[in-house]
C-alpha cells in the first residue's frame, strides 16, 4: 500500500485547492514590478534615440541652412 501513496506535498491538499496555486500567483505578481521597469527603460532608450535624431537634424540644419540662404 505504501507504493500507492504520493510521495511529495501535504497529503490533505488537492492539486487545484487554493493554496497550491499562491505561490505561482506571488511569483507572477512579484514578476509586474520587472516588467514595468523593463519596459520604462526601453520606451526611453527610444526617446533618448530620438531625441539623438533630432538633435543631429537640427545641427545639419543649422550648418546648411545659411549657406542655402546666401547664395
Same mark, same amino acid.
Given at each position: 500500500?505504501?507504493?500507492?501513496?504520493?510521495?511529495?506535498?501535504?497529503?490533505g491538499?488537492?492539486?487545484?485547492?487554493?493554496?497550491?496555486?499562491?505561490?505561482?500567483?506571488?511569483?507572477?505578481?512579484a514578476?509586474?514590478?520587472a516588467?514595468?521597469?523593463? !519596459?520604462?527603460?526601453?520606451? !526611453?532608450?527610444?526617446?533618448?534615440?530620438?531625441?539623438?535624431?533630432?538633435?543631429?537634424?537640427? !545641427?545639419?540644419?543649422?550648418?546648411?541652412?545659411?549657406? !542655402?540662404? /546666401? /547664395?
Open positions: 500500500m505504501t507504493m500507492l501513496a504520493h510521495a511529495g506535498g501535504a497529503p491538499r488537492t492539486a487545484h485547492s487554493p493554496k497550491s496555486r499562491d505561490p505561482a500567483a506571488a511569483g507572477v505578481a514578476a509586474y514590478p516588467i514595468i521597469k523593463r !519596459l520604462f527603460i526601453r520606451v !526611453l532608450t527610444m526617446l533618448a534615440a530620438g531625441a539623438a535624431v533630432a538633435a543631429i537634424m537640427a !545641427l545639419k540644419i543649422a550648418v546648411y541652412l545659411p549657406r !542655402l540662404i /546666401h /547664395h
